[in-house]
Each structure stands twice: as structure tokens, then as C-alpha cells.
């Protein structure tokens, strides 16, 4: 029976205790980074539910996170049998020219809110064995469902990502990382036995915001019946072959889109293509063990919201007003969205079987460009926010001048506490490298972007913000359980 080490005291950290806090999360992603040992619980009980963890705290850990306002209370009994001891995560990003800023970043901001201290990856460092030194590897959106090679003019990457995954990795798509994943066109892992409706011309489907549908099981742990995601011509599978476990449907089309791809999903096409199909794959079998998502759980409510703007607000402006439309977006959860926990749950699951891996031992690099500004990433979103357009006369203008100023208000208070925490943060450490890579990427990109519509340049924005927010969340819970005050 596991019994708690070092010292270390036994103690359950619920969900609901926390009111659904994704702080659970970061708690323990951070405890289990630092040597601790954590179990998920995969069924319900009087004293239990379904995607709450047991979990290893000294003293001092608690107290750590304690400061982030979460209640844990001792556990007394023998862990359940359905417990899953869980491995640290040890994730590589894919990163490169196939995945550019913003497309990894919103990978990033989610895995950092999660408590998931990722290194950036390339085609190139893949090449060279990155891999050998993680047990997860996260693709993106982006255009990895060219192939890694063929995507990024290197060879060997996808011959590298497909040992990894034969010798016990694991791997999570979304969109083009999904289809990577997939069967049907050359460069392609085959990891999940089942092809894509549209492989190569992908783009008959559309953008929207789509309602899935969940299954039960290890992925809908602490989820809704249904949940609305974003979606950007993801695989439609209509057909799985073996060792799949479909985790979600696609039930309904919640919202058209035309944010950044003016190419929104009609009512039509998701009725006789999608409605009842796949949306979400865990596949386990000897190819490997990925999960395979077809929408964008990690766009989650940034992209939701700017969706809306683009639509739905401008539609009922006019119907219900500025208050009513101001208020509604206001209270989109950028640093909180729900969709976050399909992807807390896809790896919890696939970290119960996987390889442990050595975190300290770094991979090669991720070669970018060195940022000019020397990684300012907060002056760089000082300069985005004066370089928004004026917006205009009228409602609209209104509601797209209050997103900017609350959007503005965040830079400051989140660049006082980036100051304290950056000073301890090692050179070495995976969080230096996702905050170097960040920098340089983010500050290429709004070199160099061309005319963006309003909606897009405060997405980005927005997104610029969040990401040093969940960076320095993530910092500042690692020096309170190393004890530095």
C-alpha cells in the first residue's frame, strides 16, 4: 500500500473543496515537479469524487499552497484502490516555424495556468533527441499536419516523435496536432487508427465554436455533460479503427466564427458532417498513447470571447445594449476557462502510465532569434496596447475601447510581481526557456504582423497579458515551496 515519504503527510485536494480552481491544478503539477508523489481518484466515493487527488505535502508545502487560498485536509485511511499514482509531467511544446506565435501560445498559456513548466521544441530539436529528455510532447495548431520534416525542412523529426511514442511516450494534438497523430497522409504518426474525413483539404469544414458532447470516463472527470470549445477545421472522424476510446461528440454548433480565418462553420455543414462524430480520441494501443483533440480546448474563453465579439456581440448590441454586451464580456475567464480541464484530465491519464523522465537533463535549444528588447515582454505589451486603433465613434467602439482598458489595467500589477520572482528563476530551468522563447517569438511576430481586424490585435493583446500573468503564477508558487518569502 503507498504510504507518504520523507516526512510527508497524506492529504486530499478536491476540486469542489476549491470551487473548481484551477490552483488545484498548479498545486499539484508544481508539488509533483518537485519529487512529491500524487494519486488521481477515478470514482466517486462518500469522502471523494472523481478527479481529486491525494497527494504527499510537507509542512511547508501546504503552507505554499495555502497561499494560493486552497483548502486541503489530512487523509487518514488507506488510498483507494481506483487511485492512479501519477508521473511527473516532463512536456516539450512544439514551437517552430510550423507553430508560431500565436498558434503554441495558446497551448502555452494554458499548460502554464495548469502548473505545466514546458521547454519549447522545434523540427530541428526534435531531430536531435529532444524527446529523450520528456515524456509528453503537446502539438499544437498550427501546420504540423504537413509532417514535422516536411513542415519544417528537417529530417528525422517525425522518425524521432514516432520511437517516442513506440517506447512509452505520450503525445496531445489538437487541430493539426491532431491530425499528426492521425492515419491517412505521409509524414503522419498513425498514432490513433482512424482518418480524418478531410486529410489534406481541411479547410471544407469551417471556425465556430462548437458544444461537445461527453462520454463517460477518465476525460470528462469534473466535467459538465457538454462543453463549448473552439474549433478551426479540426479532423472530423467519422470512422475509428481499435484501440480508441472516443471521449467526446460534436452535438452542436454554438457559435460561427471568422476570427483570424474568415471562414465560419455553417449549420449545415456541422449537421452532415460532424453532428454525432468524433470530436475527441484517447488512443492506447501499440502505436502509442496520445490523446487527439479536434476542437481547441486550450484556445478555451480567449478565443471564445473574440469569437463573440466578432459575432454575437455585434449582432445583440443593437437588441440589448452596451451594458448588457459589456458585461458579458467582461466575464469570460481568459486565465480560467473550463475547456483547461480536458486537457488537465488528458494528462493526468496519460501520465498515469507513463515513463518517468529525467527534468533537469535539458534538451538542445530551441534555436529563435534573441529578443532585442531583452525579453521585455511587459514593455512589448505596453507597446501593443498604445499602438490599438482609436475603434471609432459609437457602441461598438465603446465596448472595444472597455476590453483595451481592462486589458491595459493588468500590465502593471502583473509586471511588479514579474520583478520580484524573474531574479530567482535559473537560467537553465524549463520556465527561463518557455519565457526566452516567448520573448523572441512574441516580439518577431508583432514585428512583422501585417494589418490585423481589432478583434485580432486585442486578442493578442490579451493573450501577451495572460501568458506573464500564468508565468509568473507558476514562479511565484515554485519559490514559496522552495521557502523563499
Known amino acids: 500500500m503507498p504510504h507518504a515519504h520523507g516526512g510527508a503527510k497524506l492529504y486530499h485536494l478536491g476540486w469542489r473543496a476549491n470551487g473548481d480552481s484551477f490552483d488545484v491544478a498548479l498545486a499539484v503539477n508544481r508539488i509533483l515537479a518537485a519529487g512529491a508523489h500524487a494519486w488521481r481518484v477515478r470514482a466517486t466515493s462518500n469522502q471523494l469524487d472523481a478527479g481529486d487527488y491525494l497527494i504527499e505535502l510537507t509542512a511547508s508545502q501546504r503552507a505554499a499552497i495555502a497561499g494560493l487560498g486552497l483548502k486541503s485536509a489530512a487523509w487518514e485511511g488507506a ?160 470512422l475509428v479503427g481499435p484501440d480508441i476510446d472516443v471521449a467526446a461528440t460534436f452535438r452542436e454548433l454554438a457559435l460561427p466564427g471568422r476570427l483570424a480565418i474568415d471562414n465560419p462553420l455553417d449549420r449545415d455543414k456541422f449537421e452532415r458532417d460532424m453532428a454525432g462524430n468524433a470530436a475527441i480520441l484517447l488512443a492506447t494501443g501499440n502505436r502509442g498513447r496520445a490523446v487527439l483533440f479536434s476542437p481547441h480546448p486550450e484556445m478555451g474563453d480567449l478565443i471564445r470571447k473574440y469569437i463573440a465579439l466578432d459575432g454575437y456581440v455585434r449582432h445583440y448590441l443593437p437588441i440589448r445594449g452596451v451594458g448588457t454586451m459589456r458585461d458579458t464580456l467582461r466575464h469570460y475567464r481568459i486565465c480560467d476557462s473550463p475547456s483547461f480541464r480536458l486537457v488537465e484530465n488528458a494528462i493526468d491519464e496519460l501520465m498515469t502510465m507513463a515513463p518517468t523522465s529525467n527534468a533537469a537533463a535539458a534538451p538542445s535549444a530551441i534555436a529563435v532569434a534573441s529578443a532585442r528588447g531583452n525579453g521585455d515582454v511587459i514593455a512589448l505589451c505596453r507597446r501593443e496596447a498604445a499602438a490599438l486603433p482609436d475603434f471609432g465613434a459609437g457602441d461598438e467602439g465603446d465596448l472595444l475601447r472597455d476590453v483595451a482598458a481592462r486589458a491595459g489595467q493588468r500590465i502593471e500589477p502583473v509586471s511588479e510581481r514579474f520583478v520580484r520572482v524573474m531574479k530567482h528563476v535559473g537560467e537553465s530551468s524549463a520556465l527561463r526557456a518557455s519565457w526566452d522563447h516567448m520573448a523572441a517569438t512574441m516580439e518577431e511576430h508583432f514585428d512583422t504582423a501585417s494589418e490585423r481586424a481589432p478583434a485580432q490585435q486585442l486578442m493578442e493583446l490579451e493573450l501577451s497579458i495572460a501568458l506573464v500573468e500564468c508565468w509568473t503564477r507558476v514562479a511565484e508558487l515554485d519559490l514559496a515551496l522552495a521557502g523563499h518569502a
Not at 121 to 137: I, K, P, Q, V, Y
Not at 155 to 160: E, F, L, S, V
Open 79 to 238: 488510498i483507494p484502490r481506483e487511485a492512479q499514482a501519477l508521473n511527473a509531467a516532463v512536456p516539450l511544446l512544439f514551437a517552430g516555424t510550423a507553430s508560431r506565435f500565436p498558434y503554441y501560445a495558446y497551448y502555452a498559456l494554458c499548460l502554464l495556468r495548469l502548473g505545466f513548466a514546458y521547454r519549447p521544441c522545434d523540427g530541428a530539436t526534435l531531430s536531435r533527441g529532444a524527446l529523450d529528455h520528456a515524456n509528453l510532447l503537446i502539438l499544437p495548431g498550427g501546420f504540423s499536419n504537413w509532417g514535422i520534416d516536411n513542415a519544417e525542412s528537417v529530417q528525422g523529426a517525425d522518425a524521432r516523435v514516432r520511437d517516442f511514442l513506440a517506447q512509452g511516450g505520450a503525445a496531445i494534438g489538437s487541430c493539426g496536432g491532431a491530425y499528426y497523430l492521425s492515419m491517412g497522409r505521409p509524414g503522419w504518426t498513425g498514432t490513433a487508427q482512424a482518418k480524418p474525413l478531410y486529410t489534406h483539404e481541411y479547410l471544407q469544414s469551417g471556425v465556430g465554436v462548437v458544444t461537445l458532447e461527453m462520454r463517460k470516463g477518465p476525460l470528462a472527470l469534473g466535467c459538465p455533460p457538454t462543453m463549448e470549445v473552439p474549433y478551426y477545421h479540426g479532423p472530423i472522424y467519422d
